[in-house]
């Protein structure tokens, strides 16, 4: 059993949870980061009674192309598709399970098997 967890929490897995998770996260909420950033702009109040017809200084107004609800649901749910897409390509990648440290562990397996090839002389 000690065993068991020990192999199980390893040093080298507990890593790789981190580092996939941390990269999966990143790069979630840089997409739904983009999304804000695509449906909303700055704009310079007009003259109004707000700003004493031009008296004081202007302010910039953020302006929402989409409902901000809206928004914020496509952030949300953009961010997550593309987080889930990092997780199963680094997954499914052969050279992104380097980090993973679970190729080298094929590697290292394969070497100590004899082929068929190397009893030949």
Same mark, same amino acid.
């Given at each position: 059993?000690? #065993?068991?967890?020990?192999? @199980?929490?390893?040093?080298? /897995?507990?890593? %790789? ?22 449906? @909303? ?15 004081? =200084? ?8 989409? =409902?901000?609800?809206?928004?914020? +649901?496509?952030?949300v749910l953009l961010g997550y598709l593309v987080m889930e897409i990092?997780?199963?390509?680094? /997954?499914?990648?052969?050279?992104l399970r380097l980090i993973d440290g679970e190729a080298r562990e /094929?590697?290292?397996?394969?070497? #100590? %098997? =004899? +082929?068929? %090839?190397?009893?030949?002389?």
């Amino acid at each position: 059993m000690f #065993d068991f967890i020990r192999n @199980t929490l390893s040093f080298r /897995k507990l890593r %790789q949870l981190c580092v996939n998770t941390a990269l999966s996260n990143f790069v979630g909420y840089v997409a739904g980061s983009l999304v804000v950033l695509l449906t @909303t702009y700055e704009s310079v109040e007009r003259r109004a009674l707000n700003n004493l017809f031009g008296i004081l =200084p202007r302010k910039t107004v953020v302006v929402h192309r989409l =409902p901000e609800w809206l928004e914020w +649901t496509l952030a949300v749910l953009l961010g997550y598709l593309v987080m889930e897409i990092v997780r199963h390509i680094i /997954k499914s990648n052969k050279y992104l399970r380097l980090i993973d440290g679970e190729a080298r562990e /094929k590697v290292a397996g394969n070497r #100590d %098997q =004899p +082929t068929a %090839q190397s009893g030949r002389t």
